[in-house]
């Protein structure tokens, strides 16, 4: 009904976007249980290829934050949660970062200590179809196989998660595609046991671990600003979302405002703004003016998930204005 006020729904086309991002993140815990109990086959005594298992165990959590986020995101706002569910999208971000720094630090004391203390790693004989051969060839064959899939799928999510603005998928698909680097990292380590170079395995396990605090603290900054609410920024956190300029340039544009100002949070897939306008001649519009810029700005990006428009005398403090750039040099 026009005028009727009400959260926006995801479009049918970003449901169905939504549904491919959850099924290739099926594909993606099946393809790490594969990959998890073949690394644990061959694991033997090598640091690196222990930090390759742990990361490995550690690469479940972000898609079952996705699949839990994207579950409780789905339900309705309530009284008790008038702005939806939407946040759970940050909460599973927080909780994937915490889990990759912790097991970053960990891995780093792990590996660091057995690189100062000389710990010399011994990888043994198998028996395979009657042959004795080397475990090492098996570590090394086994990370090179599962070294490729993982960038195909990264990069899948990238595009999905640039589509749906999901920091959670980014995250995730950001350690597929750097996933190489762990097994070829371990590789390295193993093969330099075998030409009797003892410190490359734990130099790797170091550099796969270092790889993964990095990952860590990384999205935890960004996980943590988000739930802070600072300004939306873009799905990689690179720069601020550009919506927030579009609705400004949008609503200055109108016959009867005379200035505009807005504030962006992100609530996960989706924005809350909350937007200042300054009306000509001081007179305050129409309720019907107002309705029709609150629906001329929902129309301009499927993000905008709910927008309050407050007639103002002059733009309150801190709100995203192109013709307040000292503001912008000072945040």
Not at 215 to 235: C, I, Q
Not at 302 to 329: G, K, T
Request: charged share 25%; with cysteine; proline share 4%.
């Amino acid at each position: 009904m026009k005028g009727k006020y009400e959260l926006r729904e995801l479009s049918d086309e970003k449901e169905a976007t939504l549904t491919q991002a959850v099924r290739l993140e099926w594909i993606t815990i099946a393809f790490l249980a594969v990959t998890v109990t073949l690394v644990f086959l061959v694991l033997g005594n090598s640091q690196a290829m222990k930090a390759a298992w742990l990361e490995d165990m550690l690469s479940f959590i972000p898609p079952i934050a996705f699949l839990v986020a994207v579950r409780i995101t789905r339900r309705k706002a309530t009284i008790r949660h008038p702005y939806g569910y939407h946040r759970a999208v940050g909460v599973g971000h927080l909780v994937s970062a915490l889990a990759l720094t912790a097991m970053g630090i960990f891995l780093i004391i792990d590996s660091g200590s057995g690189l100062v203390t000389g710990e010399h790693p011994s990888i043994g004989t198998v028996v395979l179809f009657g042959n004795v051969i080397w475990l090492g060839w098996l570590m090394i064959g086994v990370m090179l196989l599962i070294a490729v899939p993982p960038v195909i799928i990264g990069h899948k999510k990238m595009k999905l998660a640039e589509d749906l603005h999901d920091k959670i998928l980014y995250a995730d698909a950001d350690m597929n595609k750097a996933d190489w680097m762990t097994a070829v990292g371990s590789a390295v380590g193993v093969a330099g046991v075998g030409i009797g170079l003892w410190w490359f395995d734990s130099a790797a396990a170091l550099f796969i671990s270092s790889s993964i605090l990095w990952d860590g603290l990384r999205n935890m900054k960004g996980a943590v600003l988000d739930l802070m609410d600072e300004r939306a920024t873009t799905f990689d956190d690179r720069r601020p979302h550009p919506v927030a300029g579009e609705i400004q340039d949008y609503l200055r544009g109108l016959r009867w405002v005379r200035d505009a100002g807005v504030r962006v949070r992100d609530e996960g897939h989706v924005f809350q703004v909350d937007a200042f306008v300054v009306p000509k001649f001081g007179r305050t519009p129409p309720l019907r003016r107002l309705d029709e810029a609150r629906q001329g700005c929902i129309a301009l990006d499927w993000r905008v998930h709910d927008i309050l428009i407050v007639p103002v005398d002059e733009l309150p403090e801190m709100v995203e204005s192109a013709r307040h750039p000292e503001r912008e040099r000072h945040e």
